[in-house]
C-alpha cells in the first residue's frame, strides 16, 4: 500500500487544494487523513459525513483532594510550572498552567493529589465521496502531543485502509518542520513538496527537503501560484536541480481557483482544460509510482 504525503512548510501555500483534488481522483481505491490535527480543514472541501469519533487521551491532569491535604505547600515548592497555588488558604492546582510532569505527586507525604487521564482531542473516522474513508483530528488549545495524536490517527486510518484493500493513502500534512510533519512523514512512501512562489514558501519548501533529505522516499516538486515573481521561480528550479527531487510543474496564479474553492470544489474542476489536463497529469505520476 502507497503512502503518498503532500507538504509544504508554509502554511496557505496550497497544500491541501491540491492534496484533496488528487484524492478526489483516486478516491475509489484510496483513503485520506488529514494530519493537521491542531487546524485541519481537509473535511470541509471533501464535505465529510461522521462515522463515528474516538476520544484521544494523552498525560494526566491532577488535582488536590482538600480533606486529604495538610497545606503544607511541598507541592507548591517543588512545581517548576507556578501551576499549584494557595487560594483562601488551600492549595489548588490551576490545570491550565499544570505541565503533567507529577512532581507534585511524587512529593505529597499524604496522598492527596489524583491523577486522571487527560482528555485532549478527538479523532474522526468519515465518509467522503460515494463510500472513500476519510480521517482527521481535534487536538484541543493548548495541548499538546500533536504528534501522537497524528501517530493514532494514521494507525486508526490503516487499520481501515487495511481492511478495504485500498491501495493507496493520502496524507495531507500540517505546516512546518517540526513534530507533528515527522509524524506524517513516518513511513511515507513518496513527498509531494507543494512550494508557493514567493520568498517565504521557498524558505520553508527548502527547510523541508533539508529535513527529508536522508529518508528513502520519492520526492516531487509543484510550484504552486507561479507567475507572480520569476525570481524565485528561477530559485526553485536551481533547487530542484541540486537536491534529489524530481520537478512535477507548476500551477499558475489565477483568480478561478479562488472561486472554485469557495464553492467547495476542488482544482481541477477549473474551466481551462489545458490547467486542468496539466495538473492531471501531474496527479498520474505521483500515482503510478
Not at 208 to 234: F, H, P, T
Not at 244 to 263: C, M, Q, T, V
Request: hydrophobic residues 40%; proline residues 2%; negative net charge.
Amino acid at each position: 500500500m502507497k503512502k503518498v504525503v503532500f507538504a509544504s512548510g508554509k502554511g496557505g501555500a496550497g497544500k491541501t487544494s491540491i492534496s484533496t483534488a488528487f484524492f478526489r481522483e483516486f478516491s475509489k481505491d484510496s483513503v485520506m487523513i488529514d494530519c493537521d490535527v491542531d487546524a485541519s480543514n481537509c473535511y470541509i472541501t471533501l464535505d465529510s459525513r461522521l462515522n463515528k469519533s474516538v476520544p484521544f487521551y494523552s498525560g494526566y491532569k491532577y488535582s488536590i483532594n482538600k480533606e486529604s491535604c495538610f497545606n503544607c505547600g511541598v507541592c507548591a515548592n517543588v512545581c517548576q510550572f507556578n501551576a499549584v497555588k494557595s487560594i483562601n488558604f488551600q492549595y489548588e492546582i490551576n490545570g491550565f498552567l499544570c505541565e503533567g510532569c507529577g512532581a507534585c505527586v511524587d512529593a505529597c507525604r499524604m496522598n492527596a493529589i489524583g491523577e486522571t487521564s487527560n482528555y485532549c482531542g478527538d479523532l474522526y473516522d468519515s465518509k467522503v465521496f460515494e463510500d472513500s474513508g476519510f480521517f482527521h483530528a481535534r487536538l484541543f488549545p493548548g495541548e499538546d502531543n500533536s504528534g501522537k495524536l497524528i501517530v493514532e490517527l494514521k494507525s486508526l486510518a490503516l487499520q481501515y485502509a487495511n481492511n478495504t484493500k485500498a491501495e493507496m493513502i493520502v496524507l495531507d500534512a500540517p505546516p512546518g518542520i517540526g513534530c507533528p510533519v515527522i509524524a506524517t512523514l513516518t513511513g511515507a512512501d513518496v513527498l509531494v513538496v507543494v512550494v508557493e512562489a514567493t520568498n517565504a514558501g521557498f524558505s520553508d519548501a527548502r527547510k523541508l527537503i533539508e529535513l527529508v533529505k536522508d529518508k528513502k522516499l520519492k520526492r516531487y516538486l509543484i510550484i504552486n501560484k507561479a507567475g507572480v515573481d520569476q525570481e524565485i521561480e528561477n530559485e526553485i528550479n536551481d533547487l530542484v536541480n541540486n537536491s534529489n527531487i524530481e520537478y512535477l510543474g507548476s500551477i499558475p496564479y489565477k483568480k478561478d481557483f479562488y472561486d472554485l474553492l469557495n464553492a467547495k470544489k476542488f482544482i481541477t474542476d477549473i474551466a481551462n482544460n489545458t490547467i486542468s489536463g496539466d495538473i492531471i497529469r501531474m496527479f498520474n505520476v505521483i500515482a503510478k509510482i
